[in-house]
């Protein structure tokens, strides 16, 4: 994770790649990704609500449909 280009994530993808991580690695290790990817200057994570998560699944839905 090198300074860079404008990033944007959400917290759901960073928790879930933790999550990836501590099953594999030791929850220290785990927590550090954490910790660096939300101290990057050059990364924006969002918040996720239901209205997110909802319009998400309205555009897999049409994207799917293309499909």
Known sequence: MEEGEP???TIVHVLE?????EARLPLIDALSYVEAVLA???ITVYGV???AYVEALRLARKHLARS
């Open 7 to 9: 990033v944007a994530t």
């Open 49 to 51: 609500d239901l209205d």
């Open 17 to 21: 790649v933790a999550n990836i991580l």
């Open 40 to 42: 990057k200057k050059n």
